[in-house]
């Protein structure tokens, strides 16, 4: 029998009564709002500031520029679906939504990895900070981890392009996941999802191997500073990119690790969210939170 091709999909969400679906909207547009605005907040403050003119902040802002367009990418469409009740997105934006959701997820992992070794850098040699992390080297990096993330999804997502969907066109989620969205195919996809496992994997696995190493390092260096102000700073400097690290490190292991079958695909709507809805509106309180510098400028633009 003959079956038309899906040209849509119906995203299902999380199973809430009307009114709790009303609520998560208050939030969800709540967080997003503060998420734009905090991590606005760190680009404006950076680049209206020159003695935060550094490699650190120059890598911040990147983070915030990917944070902004992450949850650019899940938190609009959800808005829309929950205040209008039409759950539906076309083929296309469905794709798209993908590509770009593990794009930037791994876009943020490799940002991360080069802020470790800015911090590596800073606090093992000082003296040759300057020399080390040159205004090219900082460009060359943030390129890479930009073009790394979008490159290194691509093929499977044209792959997933390419599969039938011709039966079922309901996902059991709140945003086009890969998970879900194989879960549809009228085709084997144990060659994509394997191949998916090992991309995740491979990423996942090399940069937090690479922060392990570069905290461990920066660790020793701190304990043998002499003073204890000199320890304080070196830490502080240090504590809310390992926090941000082991957060996001955490909720996507989580993410790979559960099973794509259909029985797991509620348990895996809670790490999503979290990666894709609380990861970008942390990043910036976090980031300011233990850092003097960043609050000493914020207090000089709030007084003026």
Known sequence: NWTAAVTEFVLLGF???REAELLFLVLLLLTFLLTLLGNLLIIFTVLSCSRLHTPMYFFLCNLSILDIVFTSVISPKVL??????????????????CYFYFSLGTVEFLLLTVMSYDRYA?????LRYTAIMRPPVCIETVVFSWMGGFLSVLFPT???????FCSSNIISHFFC??????????????AIELMNFML???VILCCVVLVAYSSTYIMLTIVRIPSASGRKKALNTCASHLTIVIISSGITVCIFVTP???????????????????IPFLNPFIYTLRNDAMQGVLRDMWVR
């Open 177 to 190: 996941d890969g998970g879900p969205l194989l879960a549809l195919a009228y085709a084997d996809t144990t």
């Open 122 to 126: 800073a606090i093992c040699s000082p």
């Open 158 to 164: 044209i792959l997933i392009s390419q599969l039938p």
């Open 200 to 202: 995740s994997s491979m």
């Open 80 to 97: 829309a679906n929950l205040g209008s009740g039409d759950k539906t997105i076309s083929f296309a934006g469905c794709i798209i939504q």
């Open 260 to 278: 794509s079958q259909k029985e797991y695909l509620e348990i895996n709507k809670i790490p999503s969210v979290m990666s894709s809805v609380m």
């Open 15 to 17: 199973s809430l009564s």
